[in-house]
């Protein structure tokens, strides 16, 4: 069953999503269905789409969801885990990454607060697993400005992520250190309030040529 058709057809705990995401879910995590597989979601909403991954990803997948709030406790079930704590408290973040293992699979659906997606992003990427995918959901916040966002405003995760195109492609100019991310960053895709990484190490561009060149 699609995604687009398992949320139609839910019946369960809420899932608040907007539409145009389920598409997008399914092109990058698709590789990921019946696989062994540990998925961080921060943010557990009505505790829907902890159960809408688990139907997804299939029998083998664990989820691990992650709020603030106490009560999400009750979303837990048979392959589903909660755990509560700030998703900008690095030392928390550690303990899951302990307790887990390096997530595979991270959704970032949690305060939308600009400095909590940075913190996450820049301590959670780097233990992602090295064939992983990070998303960043819901960036139509990073221009409210009550949120720490605004239009070109320095601390706003889109105007990282614009810093983040030009690390992934360090190796090509001197004005740019290359570092991890760019090591360990196959593709960036940027979509209407996401952005998905996409884990993958590579170390050098090599152009390759096949067949006759064209005579003059």
């Given at each position: 069953?699609?995604?687009w058709?398992?949320?139609?057809?839910n019946?369960?705990?809420?899932?608040h999503k907007?539409?145009?995401?389920?598409?997008?879910?399914?092109?990058?995590?698709?590789r990921?269905?019946?696989?062994?597989?540990?998925?961080?979601?921060?943010?557990?909403?009505?505790?829907?789409?902890?159960?809408?991954?688990?139907?997804?990803?299939?029998p083998n997948?664990r989820?691990?969801?992650?709020?603030?709030?106490?009560?999400?406790s009750?979303f837990e079930e048979?392959?589903?885990?909660?755990?509560?704590?700030s998703q900008a408290?690095?030392?928390?973040?550690?303990?899951?990454?302990?307790?887990?293992?390096?997530?595979?699979?991270?959704?970032?659906?949690?305060?939308?607060?600009?400095?909590?997606?940075?913190?996450?992003?820049?301590?959670l990427?780097?233990?992602?697993?090295?064939?992983?995918?990070?998303i960043?959901e819901d960036l139509?916040?990073?221009y409210?400005?009550?949120?720490?966002?605004?239009?070109?405003e320095p601390?706003?995760f889109?105007e990282y992520?614009?810093?983040?195109?030009?690390?992934?492609?360090?190796?090509?100019?001197?004005?740019?250190?290359?570092?991890?991310f760019t090591r360990?960053?196959?593709?960036?895709h940027?979509?209407?309030?996401?952005i998905?990484f996409e884990?993958?190490?590579?170390d050098?561009?090599?152009?390759q040529?096949r067949?006759r060149?064209?005579?003059?």
């Open positions: 069953m699609s995604l058709a398992d949320f139609q057809n019946t369960g705990r809420l899932i907007p539409k145009h995401y389920l598409p997008i879910y399914e092109r990058h995590l698709a990921f269905v019946n696989q062994t597989v540990t998925l961080f979601e921060i943010g557990c909403g009505h505790g829907g789409s902890v159960a809408m991954w688990k139907r997804f990803l299939g997948a989820i691990v969801g992650i709020d603030i709030r106490e009560e999400c009750a048979d392959q589903v885990f909660i755990r509560i704590g408290d690095t030392r928390f973040l550690g303990k899951l990454v302990s307790e887990f293992g390096q997530p595979d699979i991270v959704i970032d659906d949690g305060s939308h607060q600009m400095s909590h997606i940075r913190a996450t992003f820049d301590f990427y780097p233990k992602t697993n090295q064939r992983g995918v990070y960043v139509n916040f990073a409210n400005p009550n949120l720490g966002g605004g239009y070109r601390r706003s889109i992520s614009k810093e983040l195109i030009d690390r992934l492609h360090a190796r090509y100019t001197e004005e740019v250190a290359e570092d991890e360990t960053t196959l593709s960036m940027v979509y209407d309030s996401m998905i884990r993958g190490r590579h050098t561009t090599v152009h040529h067949g060149q064209p005579s003059k």
